[in-house]
């Protein structure tokens, strides 16, 4: 139980194990997994079914380690925030098992450690590009979240941006390919981010986050938004089928994903509830995973 919920919890010395477990959940690993994942299987593709192992292992271990880095230090930024929200207020910072400068440190360790890694071991644009993608976070995105809808969209290009490190790392420049995997990621996030915004949108009023339009109470806005991103998904998740990246596999599969997230989005949008919205974020978890994995398995070698 962490001091929280638990004020004596404070009294109490830490194990190491305990700081370990404060340190790793710092990380959000589950994102910075799925980073390093998303990193891969596009410069898998990238590289049409030809990827050296050395190079898969250092792009995804150099995004993995700057992205952690970057996620610890959102945390230490946002740690105040994080205090009032019911979803966040047990994170290691509020919660009290880390304290702010020893985050900090750990963060800007990792990230440090992670750009220079990508640098020396898989080049110098997909290391640019994972600084650009913390930057835009902590410098755009974060500080917009407070004053602007806009912030929502404008945090889905840090977001895609791990796909155009792994395409990067292969390609060494940004072609066609490389901003059709990067539109597909942006599109996939906006749905993803408004039906958690929207289920979220009482926490985050507390601290006057502004990630679902102003008098949009009945979530029209949001629910054309959701249409318009899907909507939009489906033919530009063909793309990488009409320049040759992949095959007809993946190009029938992605079709019908993306026509099932479409009718979904259709379907929350009549009518917007907690329910509807936690459907289009429960079909988001879904999408892209399924996109990249028949990227894997249909990557057209030539």
Do not use: C
């Amino acid at each position: 139980m962490d001091p929280a919920q638990n004020p004596d919890a404070a009294l109490e010395p830490a194990t190491d194990s305990s700081d370990a477990r404060a340190y790793y959940e710092l990380t959000k690993p589950g994102i910075a997994g799925y980073v390093m994942i998303t990193a891969g299987v596009t410069a898998f593709v990238a590289s049409r079914g030809r990827l050296e192992l050395g190079l898969a292992i250092h792009t995804m271990v150099g995004t993995g380690l700057a992205t952690a880095g970057a996620l610890a230090l959102n945390q230490w930024v946002e740690r105040d925030v994080d205090a009032v929200m019911k979803r966040t207020r047990g994170r290691p910072i509020p919660s009290g098992r880390i304290r702010p400068g020893a985050a900090r440190a750990f963060g800007l360790g990792l990230f440090v450690v992670g750009i220079a890694y990508l640098t020396l071991l898989a080049g110098w644009l997909p290391a640019l590009l994972a600084a650009a993608s913390a930057a835009a976070y902590h410098w755009i995105y974060t500080p917009l979240k407070s004053r602007s809808y806009f912030a929502t969209l404008a945090g889905g290009v840090p977001g895609a941006l791990p796909t155009l490190i792994g395409w990067t790392a292969v390609r060494g420049t940004v072609d066609l390919g490389g901003f059709a995997v990067f539109a597909i990621a942006y599109l996939w996030q906006l749905p993803h981010v408004l039906g958690l915004a929207w289920m979220l949108r009482e926490d985050y009023g507390r601290v006057g986050f502004k990630l679902i339009p102003p008098h949009d109470d009945a979530g029209r806005v949001i629910g054309l938004h959701m249409v318009m991103a899907t909507s939009a998904l489906v033919p530009v998740s063909l793309v990488p089928t009409v320049l040759g990246y992949t095959g007809t596999v993946y190009f029938w599969g992605a079709l019908a994903t993306s026509l099932a997230f479409l009718v979904v989005s259709l379907a929350t949008a009549r009518v917007l509830s907690d329910a509807s919205a936690r459907r289009v974020f429960f079909a988001s978890l879904l999408y892209h995973p399924v996109l990249l994995g028949l990227m894997l398995f249909d990557t057209v070698r030539v």
